[in-house]
């Protein structure tokens, strides 16, 4: 598994190419069974494959998302706040599952943060994904995860890119 995850990397540019059904079935399938608080899998996804939709959305915050618009999938990671109170964190580890199922299919992935960004207008980026794909008001935006088939190569990490100084053992 941490040879693999050394080749993960964002991807941010994508082949013209669609993305099987079947794969995407599997990476939204992953998604469900993410772990979740108290198993109560507060999160829902919206997937996006409209080219005007996936361009709205790489404008839902400034910088950082215009490689929404040409990647040919987007997932809308979201929940509903009142279900759970760990709501971040449960999308946050759907999110991830899709990427590393996406990765594991030879697709490349990258995850565009929405909760607590903002537009060039000084818009909540949320509010903004929530209008433009008509989500209810109580639901919360985590992050949108841009998929498709590589059209860049980067190199995987390796030993040194690891910070060991990082990991402490009983205490800090």
Known sequence: MLEKLKTYRS???YEEKPVDDEVLKTLLGAALLAPSSRGLR????VVVTDPDLKN???KAKIGGGGFLKDAPVVVVVMADPAVSDVWVEDCS???YTI?????DQGLGSCWAQIRLRKDGDGVDAEENVRQILQIPAKYSVDSII??????EEKDPYTQTDMDWTKIHYNSY
Not at 42 to 45: A, G, K, L, R, T
Not at 99 to 103: N, S, T
Not at 146 to 151: E, L
Request: contains cysteine; aromatic residues 8%; hydrophobic residues 50%.
């Open 11 to 13: 991807i941010r540019k």
């Open 56 to 58: 709205k959305l790489s």
């Open 146 to 151: 841009a998929i498709g088939h590589p059209a």
């Open 99 to 103: 990427q590393l199922c996406a990765r």
């Open 93 to 95: 580890i759907a999110a």
């Open 42 to 45: 507060s999160w829902e996804f």
